[in-house]
């Protein structure tokens, strides 16, 4: 969902050349639920990148973003210059990737909706946190519908952040 970002984007703009993607299985983009990897998602973005002949391209992603940004910047180096990660989901200790994948072996569209409102807010969310936020940001986790969401969650869950930042060329 790119309308997240649109805030951080148009300070941006005056200064630089600004795209905001939507990634595949997100909003209405077609995608393959096997192409919903990691890697997969951060070859869209190459290649986007490269239809748009950008190339040393500032990129800039949040969450889920974040990290493809950083396989992006791994295995396509002469399009990153430099990368900005806001809040990436990389690095998951063993009992949340354990409890993460109990969680998607357990949904189904009738139990999809409340299992995410009851789990996943206190997992990604603090009390300090507007109650608008998390209701913005649950509802476009929810509103990809449940094959994206599970096939999203387990290509993060299964990522390797740290030996993707450790593939980054200085």
Known sequence: RGDEVVPIAQLLESDFDVVVPVLPGHGNTPGQLEDLTIPALAEAVAEFLTALRFK??????????????????????????????????????????????????????????????????????GPDDAPELVDRVMAGMTGIGIDSFVALGRGLVAFDGFAAISRVKA
């Open 56 to 125: 040393d391209a500032l990129v800039v992603g949040h969450s889920l973003g974040a990290t493809v940004t950083t396989e992006l910047s791994a295995t396509h180096p002469e399009l990153v210059s430099r990368a900005v990660l806001l809040d990436p989901g990389m690095g998951f200790p063993d009992e949340m990737r354990e409890s993460l994948a109990a969680m998607y072996d357990g949904l189904t569209p009738s139990n999809f909706e409340s299992t995410l409102n009851g789990m996943l807010p206190g997992i990604l969310f």
